[in-house]
C-alpha cells in the first residue's frame, strides 16, 4: 500500500468539533505535526474534510 504524509498546516481553532475530531483521529493537533499513513478510501475521506488545514504528500 502507499504511504502518504500528512501535515498540520493550520490550526483548528474555529473550526467544527468533527474537524477537530478528524484532526485528533489521525493523530494531529498541533501546527507542524507529520504522521504517515497508509492510503485508503477511509483516509481520502478524512483528508477531504481537512484538506484546508493540511498538506499531503506521497511518502
Same mark, same amino acid.
Given at each position: 500500500?502507499? %504511504? +502518504?504524509?500528512?501535515?498540520?498546516? #493550520?490550526? /483548528?481553532?474555529?473550526?467544527?468539533?468533527? $474537524?477537530?475530531?478528524?484532526?485528533?483521529? *489521525?493523530?494531529?493537533? %498541533? +501546527?507542524?505535526?507529520?504522521?504517515? #499513513?497508509? /492510503?485508503?478510501?477511509?483516509?481520502?475521506? $478524512?483528508?477531504?474534510?481537512?484538506?484546508? *488545514?493540511?498538506?499531503?504528500?506521497?511518502?
Amino acid at each position: 500500500m502507499a %504511504k +502518504i504524509s500528512i501535515t498540520q498546516t #493550520r490550526s /483548528d481553532i474555529n473550526t467544527n468539533p468533527s $474537524q477537530r475530531g478528524t484532526l485528533a483521529a *489521525l493523530g494531529l493537533g %498541533k +501546527i507542524g505535526r507529520k504522521v504517515e #499513513r497508509d /492510503d485508503s478510501p477511509q483516509l481520502q475521506g $478524512q483528508l477531504k474534510v481537512i484538506s484546508h *488545514l493540511v498538506k499531503v504528500e506521497e511518502a
